[in-house]
Structure formats: C-alpha cells, structure tokens
C-alpha cells in the first residue's frame, strides 16, 4: 500500500479554508483513523498538521477538534491586538531602525506570544511523538527558513528509518518536534518575530521555498494531498481598465502572494511535467538507467473564489490600526482584502472559508476517492 501525504500550506489566516477541506475528507470517510501517514505543514498549515498529528485516533474527530478552533479564533488569540499594543511594537520597530537595527531582540510588528499561549495549550506534542513511535504516522513535518543561512528547513519527527539531508538550500533535520518549531514556521516575516532553534533564528516556511512537495516525498509520500489557500488557477487575475498608482498595502501584498501562494502553483506544475516525461520513459531504460524514477499521484484542492473578496466582506472584524495599515480604510476594502487575509483572524472570515473548503473538495469527491483508493 503507498504512503499518502498531505502538504498543507502558508497563508496566515487563509489556512482556516484547508479545515474545510479535511472536514470533508472525514465525512466521506468517517471510520479512518489515519488516513495520512506523512504530514508536512508550513507556516499556518504547520499549525494545522501538528493539530491534525496531535489528535486520537479518530480522524474525523480530530478535524471537528481543529474546526472548533478554528471558528473560535480571533484577532486577540494570535497576537495581542489593541491598538496601543500595536502601536508600541511599531514605534519600537521604527525607533530600532533608525538606531541602526541594535538592540535585543527579534523585530516584528506584532506581538504573537497570544499564539504562544493557545498553542501550547491545543496542541499535543506528546500525542504526535507517540503515534509516530506507535506506526499510526510514519512522518510529521515542519517548514521553516534560517535567517542565517537563507536555507529552507524541514524539521520532522518520524520512523527510524528516514534520514536528515541536504541539498543546496533545502534541508532535513530529525527532530522531536516542539512548540518552537511551529511558532517559527508560522512567523510571517516582519510581522511576527523569528525563534531561535539551536543555534540560529527561524522564520516562516515560506520565505525561500521553491518545493513545497520535495519534503513530503523525502518523509516517503507516494502519493500527495496538496491543499492551497490560493484561487489563481481558478480565478485567474484581470486588468483593471483605469490605472491607478498602487497603494503600498497593495505592493507588500503582491509580495506576500508571491511568497505564500505563487511558489506553490510553480512547484505543482513542475511535478505534473515530472510525472508526464517519466511516463514517456519505456519501463524497461527506466529500469536499465538505475534511476529510482516513478510518477507521484497528485491532487490539488484550492480554493474556487478568490479569498482577498471573501476578505474584503470582513475586515471591520480587523483591529482598526492594522485595517488602514492594510488599506482598509481607503474607501476601496477590495485595496486592502489580499493583504487583510493574512491577518484577518475573524470567526466569519474563518467560517467563509471552512465552508468553501468543505465545497471544493465535495465537488472533488470522485477525484478524493480515487487518490486514496484506486
């Protein structure tokens, strides 16, 4: 039987959509304990891989235990969200730059020890480290990238057989995963302050992560589960008919979907091109080329609607300073919805995107049930 996988991506907020997604798994197949055995997670989605690792050996249970969390959430649970709390962290930021960046301390616009709090508190580290010792999981792993070393890290935790690596700027390290691992992967850069692991500061899994699928198939996938947060297949962009000068919420959120959503549709159809040429190839020179060469089963489930307008319809729910931050307050929320949906901790925007999730993949039911059954 092949190992299946699942990689639950980045994105802030948006990963409440991947909930929906494995809400409806579990009612197509409400008996299953563990239906993967390799979790990979990165930045939000490494919240929801441990949560989903962490839980009993129901699997059904253990995605209603992440969905009530989910639609429980709120801006002051992830990061201390009154105003003068911003305030302070910003003016500090500022006032450390000026000096030349000295100072103690990791710099970031918010303060997140909220996450802190509630993590530790959801989530069983114990229970993850013990399922995998019990073979229900062969391997859980933990995007991050060193700002030391620009290298992107996957920390996991799994049966004794699988081995770090190394190569390039991608690496693998064994690991008894912790509440740091998981607060690194989740630090969205600048916005939440980077975690010393070891020896050096970590940050979100995204930064620098050009194969999302690579530590999924490393940790033993054969056939892999990808669920984006990000519509662009779907619903490709249009050019808007009068040009306007680009705000600078609006500039720093193309950078930020360029870095927690773009990578990965690059990443998906490079393994779909993979999958088409070593198809080409006879078995018989595949066989003779020594090559360990063989086509990966993929399916993707990313969201139908484009989440910044899921968004746009929530941002009063935004602490007020960071919602003009963002641009919320220029009159035009739709400015401001892609950069909001990283933050947008809101139980409607969260319950918006639980729902559509549980669409999708009903609407991939005939494909789900082939990817684990056929």
């Known amino acids: ?44 989605g490494a919240i929801n891989a441990l949560a989903l690792a962490g839980g009993g050996d129901i699997f059904r249970h253990n995605v209603s235990r992440l969905e009530r969390l989910w639609a429980e959430l709120a801006s002051e649970h992830v990061y201390r969200s009154n105003s003068y709390a911003i305030l302070r962290n910003m003016t500090g930021v500022a006032r450390r730059l000026l000096a030349g960046g000295g100072g103690r301390g990791p710099l970031s616009m918010l303060d997140n020890s909220p996450l802190h709090e509630l993590l530790d508190r959801e989530v069983d580290f114990a229970a993850v480290r013990q399922a995998i010792l019990k073979g229900d999981l062969s391997a859980v792993g933990v995007n991050v990238c060193g700002y030391a070393t620009g290298q992107n890290v996957c920390f996991f935790d799994g049966h004794e057989r699988l081995q770090s690596w190394s190569v390039g700027q991608r690496a693998g390290s064994r690991t008894e995963l912790k509440l740091a691992h998981v607060m690194a992967s989740s ?14 500061y970590f940050g979100d899994g995204v930064t620098r992560q050009m ?17 984006g947060v990000s519509a662009n297949s779907m619903c490709p962009s249009s050019r808007p008919d ?27 159809d490079r393994l779909r091109l993979l999958n088409q040429l070593v198809d080409l190839i006879p078995p018989e ?5 020594g090559l360990d060469l063989k086509p990966i089963r993929l399916l993707e489930i990313s969201p139908s609607e484009r989440v910044d307008e899921i968004a746009a319809q929530f941002m009063d729910g935004m602490p007020l300073v960071l919602r003009n931050l963002v641009g919320g307050g220029s009159g035009n929320s739709m400015t401001g919805g892609s950069l909001a949906s990283y933050l947008l901790f809101d139980r409607r925007f969260s319950s918006a995107l639980i729902e559509l999730g549980y669409k999708d993949a009903q609407s991939h039911a005939r494909q789900i049930d082939r990817f684990f059954n056929a």
């Open 285 to 289: 020179a595949l066989a003779a080329s």
């Open 187 to 200: 630090a969205i850069p600048t916005v939440f302050p980077p975690v010393l692991i070891n020896r050096e």
């Open 242 to 268: 009068k040009q306007e000068v680009p705000a600078f919420s609006q500039i720093i959120a193309h950078v930020f979907n360029g870095m927690f959503l773009d990578t990965l549709d690059y990443d998906i």
């Open 1 to 44: 039987m092949q190992e299946v996988g699942v990689v639950l991506t980045g994105g802030g907020a948006r990963a409440a959509y991947q909930v929906g997604v494995l809400r409806a798994i579990s009612d197509m197949f409400p008996t299953w304990s563990h239906p993967f055995r390799v979790i990979v997670g990165t930045s939000a």
């Open 211 to 227: 194969a999302h699928i690579s530590p999924a198939l490393r940790l033993g996938a054969e056939r892999v589960l990808v669920v």
